[in-house]
């Protein structure tokens, strides 16, 4: 019986050690083992060997996977594949001293992904796929990770992986203890990286609202979209809201990353003046803001596929960034300071971005700095880009300080240009006036309301043409005519002749117009007229008058009356003081006025006095100029004037009056200073040395001596 247990024993133990090798074998087929022993983490990426997926190995178990022939040794670029459509298994042999709790991380954020451990306690799988993130298998992280309990010795760890977006499979095992130190680390590096971009953004907002630049929103919305697209690239999407389903999850990544190119374009075109600077690269700019928009939209819409999408952000990203650090270096050379702070940031996230465009089509090998690379070159180009707005601003307060400067001496000239427009357009005795092409009046000067009696504004806006008196004579309609075709052929030669407007009562009034086309005011507008109308032409032959006299024969309008006292009056300061001229001045237009109304229009005092009391003055002044015998009457006016006397004769054709009766009259109004008429027999006795009317009335003489007959 010993001896029979002897012979069996030799053969249990045979049993047990083909029983052992049965389980063992999936490990074993696995030639490289990593040691775990003594080591916080391992990045399995070089131990790590791949298969890809065809639909017969789809239909395997993965015990018969491992067994295959075909399996590939990791490349040297790393497992980065780019964008692919197909599934790959991917392998690796670990072997623990001693059982423990062991956590796998694999970088690859928004990929589906099952892992199986096989060992010699048999096999287990973990789903990790992007729609389980938050069941029982996956821990609450950025990238897939689920913790293992693995026991001594080998254990083939299997690992099937699709991504739709790019296909990269760096796997990383940690401690338990070292994964959620790490974890801690994480959590304090990323936190600082956001808080910095929050702390930018939100310092830039505010100034944005205090300077309403336009460089500050813009920056604000780039540095916020890039935040976002980190966060999104990193996974931060998925470990806070795995639940929030596949179809953002997936597509969230590439539409920050749009948003992103459209941010920085835009800022680049705002921030580097390129209107002004650069022109065609701001219109590469504008095109490339437009090109990532439409990125975004496509990245929103399902029946697009999602790796064209990123193939295209991609290459716009590429060509963006090579288009800012060309447009930089442009603006930088003609001049623009700040561009120099622009530069070196777009220098530096340019680099980083390559290296990570080109890490993501499997061109350069993954690695930490690569991988991390494009966050801390993105958070010191939002650094660098805060020192060339604040760069900016300094240079905008200096060209403030010397554009005051400037406003300062301009505002002087134009208070000196305005001095003088005042001088020589506002205070002239002229009409002077800016007219469009079709006569429509655009400025006029303070003497429209000397000559014509209405305000500037009320003139300014209305046609030339609705002045011009017409008072039924074809004469004067004939006038009209050859203005109206002298102006619309008026070229650069200058027009002068003598025009009859009316005035504000409806009188006429003569007056030499010169009209003369200047050009364009301003950019957009037409060619302007300028006027200049007098009553007369300058005679600069007055100040050597010795002796003049001369006889007029007006009509029954007061404009004429008007003129005629201007004239006769002009030299008198030859031979009598200022005060004594403008005394006879007020005089002889007191005498012009009642030769009219009362002499030839046979207006009595009583009459004029209801008129003007009713406000209806100038309508019966108009009545009677258009009645017959009235308006064909004329006031015949006759003057002399030498170193010994002034000498005037007024006549009119009205039936006269009895001037020794209204002699007394006048003497009492004189004293009676609520009547602002019917004063002038008594104004003109006080103040001329002769006054003298002929039988009938109709006809007064007056006479004034100079000092020297005086004496």
């Known amino acids: ?31 490289r083992a990593v040691d775990l022993s003594n080591l916080d983490s391992v990045d399995l990426a070089p131990w790590v060997e791949y298969l890809r997926e065809t639909p ?50 694999v970088d690859a954020a928004c990929a589906d992904l099952k892992v199986v451990t096989l060992n010699a306690e048999g096999s287990r799988t973990y789903n990790l796929n992007l729609d389980s993130r938050g069941g029982p298998d996956a821990i609450r992280h950025r990238r897939p990770a689920t913790e293992m309990e693995l026991p001594a010795g080998d254990t083939v ?27 801690t680390v994480e959590a304090v590096v990323y936190g600082a990286f956001f808080g910095a971009i929050v702390a930018i953004s939100l310092y830039n907002f505010f100034v944005y609202l205090s300077m309403r630049e336009r460089a500050y929103g813009i920056y604000v919305f780039y540095a916020l979209m890039a935040g976002a697209y980190t966060a999104a690239f990193q996974g931060f999407h ?82 963006s960034v090579s288009a800012m650090f060309v447009s930089g270096l442009l603006v930088w050379s003609r001049g623009f300071a700040p561009a120099r702070y622009y530069v070196l940031a777009i220098s530096l996230f340019t680099l980083a971005a390559m290296a990570s465009s080109l890490r993501l089509i499997g061109i350069i090998k993954h690695s930490f700095w690569i991988q991390h690379g494009v966050q801390a070159a993105l958070l010191a180009e939002m650094i660098l880009l805060s020192l060339a707005l604040s760069d900016r601003i300094n240079l905008m307060k200096v060209t403030l300080e010397k554009n005051l400067g400037e406003l300062a001496i301009a505002h002087d000239l134009v208070a000196t240009s305005e001095k003088k427009y005042r001088v020589l357009v506002e205070d002239t005795s002229d009409l002077i006036f800016a007219m469009d092409q079709e006569g429509m009046i655009l400025s006029i000067n303070h003497a429209a309301q000397r000559i014509l009696g209405y305000e500037p504004r009320a ?24 203005f109206r075709d002298q102006f619309e052929k008026l070229g650069e030669s200058v027009l002068q002749t003598r025009l009859r407007f009316a005035s504000r009562h409806g009188e006429p009034v003569d007056l030499v117009v010169r009209l003369e086309r200047i050009g364009a005011i301003g950019a957009d507008s037409e060619t302007v007229v300028l006027g200049k109308a007098s009553r007369h032409l300058e005679d600069v032959l007055l100040p050597a008058i010795l002796s003049e006299r001369g006889r007029y024969s007006i009509e029954n309008f007061f404009s004429f009356s008007e003129l005629v006292h201007q004239r006769l009056t002009r030299s008198l300061g030859r031979y009598f003081g200022a005060e004594t001229s403008d005394d006879i001045g007020l005089v002889l237009r007191e005498m012009l006025i009642n030769a009219i109304e009362h002499g030839n229009l046979e207006i009595t005092y009583d009459e004029k006095t209801k008129a003007q009391a009713q406000g209806k003055y100038m309508d019966l002044i108009r009545e009677r100029q258009q009645l017959l015998p009235y308006r064909e009457r004329h006031v015949l006016v006759e003057y002399s004037l030498n170193h010994r006397r002034v000498w005037f004769r007024i006549t009119d054709e009205g039936p006269g009056f009895d001037h020794r009766a209204m002699q007394a009259k006048e003497e009492e109004r004189l004293r009676d200073l ?38």
């Open 1 to 31: 019986m010993r001896k029979q247990r002897k012979i069996n024993a030799p053969v249990r133990t045979f049993s047990k050690s083909l029983l052992l090798l049965a389980f063992l074998a999936p490990t074993i087929l696995c030639a």
């Open 56 to 105: 017969e190995i789809a239909q395997l178990a993965p015990e018969n996977i491992n067994q295959l022939a075909g399996w590939q040794e990791s490349p040297d670029h790393g497992l980065d594949f780019g964008f692919t459509d197909d599934a790959y298994w991917f392998r690796a042999a670990v072997h623990p001293r001693n059982p423990g709790h062991y956590v796998l991380m």
């Open 157 to 183: 760890i299997l690992l099937r992986l699709k991504n739709e977006q790019v296909l990269r499979m760096p796997p990383v095992i940690f401690t338990a203890r070292a994964f959620y130190d790490f974890r």
């Open 238 to 319: 998925i470990a806070l809201f795995p639940d929030a389903g596949r179809y953002w999850l997936l597509r969230s990544t590439p539409i920050f990353t749009s948003l992103v190119g459209f941010g920085m374009n835009l800022f680049a075109y705002s921030f580097l003046q390129m209107r002004r600077h650069t022109p065609r690269m701001g219109i590469v700019h504008l095109v490339l803001a437009a090109i990532a928009f439409l990125l975004c939209v496509a990245a929103f819409l399902p029946f697009v596929k999602l790796s064209l999408v990123l193939r295209g952000i991609a290459v716009a990203a590429g060509v």
């Open 459 to 482: 003139m300014a806006g209305r046609s030339i043409f609705s002045f011009i008196f017409e008072g039924g004579a074809e004469s004067q309609s004939y006038d009209v005519m050859i």
């Open 674 to 711: 609520s009547q602002s008429h019917g004063r002038g027999i008594g104004l003109a006795r006080a103040l001329f040395d002769i006054v003298r009317y002929n039988e009938s009335g109709n006809s007064i003489v007056l006479a004034k001596f100079t000092k020297e007959t005086s004496k």
